[in-house]
């Protein structure tokens, strides 16, 4: 079975401060690793995918198959960087996605 | 073309009564899936639509809930004899299936009391 797992439900940091969200993941094959995030009041929208390996607003992602994560870094937070990530799994490009529980990222002067 | 429409955006409805959301996708993307989402957790997979054929159901839909795709564009999702933990976000998104990944609607948050 397909699981993400995001162990930070919040992640509060300073601006300026690097950031870690966490994921970890569970599946048998060759998955897909995406993260998405959500802004306060706008729909849930694609940050970056891991085929991609770019960065995006300063956020990068390595897969780590061997650890089995997927860890979302940026290294200095910005105000405008408060969201709800969510880490996502598929097994194929168009397949369904299997969420994390998400993680709040709070940055603050 | 404004991205992927839900309708309505709220619904409050009495447990025992029907409802059906609407979600119009981006003209060209030929998939459709259908997630739920409830407080504190991540979006959960219902269903998924490539053109008008139901490709996938997920064991979260019961026999209350069935979704269509008639003619490959728009789609519905209904609950029938709604109960109170059907109250959650539904959440619609639509992909070509390349690397630009999903595009989310903004969600139908259902209430059932």
């Known amino acids: 079975a397909q699981r993400v797992t995001q162990p930070e439900k919040l992640l509060s940091v300073f601006k300026g401060a690097p950031v870690e969200l966490k994921c970890n993941y569970s599946?048998?094959?060759?998955?897909?690793l995406f993260w998405y995030v959500q802004y306060s009041r706008q729909r849930l929208q694609l940050l970056l995918r891991h085929i991609s390996r770019e960065s995006i607003k300063g956020f990068t992602a390595d897969l780590n198959k061997g650890e089995t994560s997927f860890h979302l870094k940026k290294p200095f937070a910005q105000e405008e960087d408060s969201a709800m990530y969510y880490c996502?799994?598929?097994?194929?490009?168009?397949?369904?996605?299997?969420f994390g529980t998400g993680t709040r990222l709070q940055v603050t002067l | 073309d404004t991205g992927v429409s839900q309708d309505p955006r709220h619904k409050i409805t009495k447990r025992g009564q029907n409802v059906t959301f609407r979600c119009d996708p981006i003209s060209e993307h030929n998939r459709l899936y259908w997630y739920r989402q409830t407080l504190g957790q991540g979006p959960e997979f219902l269903t998924y639509f490539q053109n008008e054929a139901q490709l996938e159901k997920s064991r979260l839909l019961s026999d209350r809930f069935s979704a269509e795709r008639p003619k490959g564009s728009f789609s519905t999702l209904e609950i029938q004899r709604t109960e109170q933990g059907d109250s959650a976000m539904y959440l619609c998104?639509?992909?070509?299936?390349?690397?630009?990944?999903?595009?989310f609607g903004s969600g139908t948050r259902l209430t059932v009391v």
């Open positions: 998104a639509s992909s070509t299936g390349g690397k630009d990944g999903y595009t």
């Open positions: 599946y048998s094959g060759s998955p897909e």
């Open positions: 996502a799994l598929s097994d194929h490009t168009a397949s369904k996605l299997t």
